[in-house]
RNA sequence: GCCGAAGUGGCGCAAUGGGUAGCGCAGGCGAUUUGUAAUCGCCCGGUUGCGGGUUCGAGUCCCGCCUUCGGCUCCA
């Protein structure tokens, strides 16, 4: 019995794929004497590792590392764990310039070396105890990827490999991958006529059809709808404002990479926003406000655009003009932490809503190395604010050290997509940044002028992105109350279009999105049409339906529900298109 | 922006070692009037991302640019 089975299986998981990465930079060092290498850890769902090769990897040398990989864990060695000194280590490893700059940032004298056959690494370990223990894996993709993730040092290869315990596991996570790609949503926007890009006339800019604004206006009046009932006012604001306003805010300053360059007017450098946060904040400061009004909270679905490098941009998921769901709250000291839970309540209505289940929050602390605005106090009261709120809520989250901006620390969310990336979605920010330099006041009790607090949040992020995470979510097959087209009406010869025009008009009256299939197409065609385009009800009529003035109803899902009353189907649809609560 | 790969009619793809750019779907027209995932026929449609170059001849080779894809860095 060895140790590794007695070991909890994300442990035993770690492992081994640690230690097949060491094994995979066996068989690239096999095949290219000369590589230097990087680092190869673990990941979620297998292992990579870096490397710095005489040439580009194709992924026809993939097969070839894989077989000698193979050969290794057949040969069952075992992984001997040493201790040598940095001296050494520096011997050891004096063609390795990666390690020998790891070795240096180790602590203390001694460093720990990781060996199978002839192979060895630098590496605390632990691994599994023979090679012959590594199970089933497949290698994915070669990649480039910065030595230490920073953009100045050089760029590496990476080999991405997935590993897990079993064949099934392993088949399973590559038919997920496969699943992924049935579910993107930028193939999906093409073919369910929801969206496109017109990349000769601007990379990274959306235009959205018929149906993808149909589902994006949906979701826009159930946002506003329920803004409005939790004390938000609406607002709409330019979409340019002078160089002397983002000046002040500090954007010129902090955020210019991501600004597109000014364009005159009248002699005056105009700029497109990249926030809203400066423009509500003018709406505030419209007039002198009491401490009797606050909190003010402030929200617009506003349109920014924001200069992306060329590498980043990914369907609705990055693009360079966007619509945030934004709000920005101005409160008093004592308000600040409800209003933060309100927020948090409102973002799981939001999730509850469209079904996501899986979420991950973060809460980003004070950078202590870098510049921030505030006090010490007002920081740690913000944090202490934000943690109270997110563990009253029972969520779980992480802590990222030292991830805030400048201006606040902020609790960021992130939807779960098909598969398994991480998209920021939610975000509620404290800023003590922004009423200190526009000076915004409130006149408190006593007559004295006091500084509110501010906190920006998105609930949904971007329309754009919220849309491209909800598509794969739902592979495209929307719920009644989002699917562009609820119903479609399909006659099933030419004397039937005028019953299913009636039919149509029917649900129209009751504010359903529906649409009559005219086309010359047999029946069959209409409903593959109907089932490719995920439409949720096909009704069809026919000599029988006319006469008992009734509709077969077809789901989705292929279910025949056979012919129901008009009237019973017009209420059916109705109920279920009213969101869930 | 960086590393790698790719770019052929609206979409999905073909085009042996450079030798007249094809197919399916979609679209148009016509026939068919059909009972739960594709009716048949005909037709239209591309200066092969853009710009240079090599060659008698370039979708195929070379250079530059643009865009996309997979990552990295960054982010709503």
Known sequence: MSELAGLPKEERLYRMRHSAAHIMAEAVLKLFPGAKLGIGPPIDTGFYY????????????????????????????????????????RRLFADQTYKLELIDEIEGDRVSLYRHGDFVDLCQGPHVERTGQVPPFKLLSVAGAYWRGDERRPMLQRIYGALFETQEELEEYLRRLEEAQRRDHRRLGRELDLFSFHEEYGPGLVYWHPKGARVRAVIEDFWRREHFRRGYELVYTPHIGR?????????????????YSPMDVDGQAYYLKPM??????????????????????????????????????????????FTQDDAHIFCRPDQVQEEIEACLDFMLLFFE??????????????????KY??????????????????????????????????????????????????????????????????????????GSRQRPYMVHRAMLGSMERFLGVLIEHYAGAFPLWLAPVQAVVIPIADRH????????????????????????????????????QKVPYMLIVG????????????????????????????????AESRRAP
């Open 497 to 532: 279009l005028p019953y299913a025009r009636q039919v149509a008009q029917r649900l129209k009256e009751a504010d359903l999105r529906v649409e009559v299939d005219d086309r010359q197409e047999r029946m069959q065609a209409k409903i593959r049409d109907a089932q490719l």
């Open 276 to 321: 809203n946060c400066p423009f509500h904040i003018q709406i505030y400061k419209s007039r002198v406000r009491s401490y009797r009004e606050l909190p003010i909270r402030l929200a617009e679905l506003g349109t920014v655009y924001r200069y992306e490098r060329s590498g980043v941009l990914h369907g609705l998921l990055r693009v360079r003009g």
């Open 50 to 89: 870096d490397f710095d090769l005489p040439r580009p990897l194709t992924p026809d040398d993939l097969p070839r590392i894989e077989e000698l990989m193979r050969e290794r864990v057949a040969s069952d060695v075992p992984f001997i764990h040493e201790e040598i000194s940095k001296e050494e280590a």
């Open 243 to 259: 160089a002397t306003l983002w000046q002040i805010s500090g954007h010129l300053d902090f955020y210019a990479e991501n600004m």
């Open 353 to 370: 809503a469209f079904g996501f289940r899986e979420f991950r929050v973060y809460l980003s602390t004070r950078d202590a190395e870098g």
């Open 373 to 446: 605005a505030g006090s010490l106090e007002d920081w740690q009261m913000a944090e202490a604010t934000l943690r109270r709120a997110v563990e009253d809520r029972g969520l779980a989250y992480q802590v990222d050290e030292g991830g805030a901006v400048f201006y606040g620390p902020k609790i960021d969310v992130k939807l779960v997509d098909a598969i398994g990336r991480e998209w920021q979605c939610t975000t509620v920010q404290f800023d003590f940044n922004l009423p200190e330099r526009f000076d915004m006041t409130y006149v408190a009790a006593d």
């Open 543 to 574: 000599d029988r339906e006319a006469q008992a003035a009734g509709v077969a109803v077809r789901l989705r899902s292929g279910e025949d529900l056979g012919t129901l009353p008009l009237d019973e189907v017009v209420s059916r649809l109705t």
